[in-house]
C-alpha cells in the first residue's frame, strides 16, 4: 500500500510538474490545466479521448502547510475549500510527529475538507512521519 501511494503521488507530482512548464512555456503560468495535458504527463488517455475544446477541465493548486508553523488546520481547510480545486498538493506534511502534537495532518485536513487523501513519506521525523499529500475530490487508486 505504501509503495502504491508513494507511486502515485511521484505520478502526480509529475503531472503537476509538466501542467505547471506546459503552462507556463505557453507565457500563461495562472492558465487552468486540461485533463488532457495531465493525462498525457501520466502516459496517455485510456480508452476515451476528448477533442481538446469539449475536454473536463480539472484543477490542480499546491500548498505548503509549513508542517508544525501551522496548528490551525481548520484556518488550512477553509482555504482549501476557498480554492474549489479538484486537487491539491501538499508540501511539509506531518503526520503523528511530536512537533504536530501527534497529529495525522493529511488525514485532519482529508476530513475537514471532505476529500481523499494520499500521503506520501519523505523522512522519519520526531517520531513520526514528514512528507508530501495528496487531497483529491476524486477516489485516489
Known amino acids: ?3 502504491r501511494n508513494a507511486l502515485l503521488i511521484t505520478l502526480l507530482s509529475l503531472g503537476m510538474s509538466h501542467a505547471a512548464w506546459s503552462s507556463t512555456a505557453a507565457g500563461n ?5 486540461n485533463s488532457r495535458e495531465v493525462a498525457s504527463a501520466l502516459g496517455g488517455l485510456k480508452n476515451k479521448t476528448y477533442d481538446l475544446e469539449q475536454a473536463p477541465k480539472i484543477r490542480i493548486a499546491s500548498f ?12 488550512i481547510a477553509k482555504a482549501i475549500k476557498a480554492m474549489n480545486v479538484d486537487v491539491v ?8 510527529t511530536g512537533r504536530s502534537g501527534k497529529l495525522d495532518q493529511a488525514e485532519e485536513l482529508a476530513k475537514l475538507t ?10 522519519d521525523f520526531d517520531g513520526g512521519e514528514y512528507g508530501l499529500a495528496f487531497l483529491s475530490k476524486y477516489p485516489l487508486a
Open 114 to 123: 471532505g476529500m481523499h487523501v494520499a500521503f506520501g513519506r519523505a523522512i
Open 1 to 3: 500500500m505504501r509503495s
Open 29 to 33: 503560468a495562472n492558465s487552468n490545466v
Open 64 to 75: 505548503n502547510i509549513a508542517a508544525g508553523k501551522v496548528s490551525d488546520m481548520t484556518a
Open 89 to 96: 498538493a501538499l508540501q511539509e506534511v506531518d503526520k503523528l
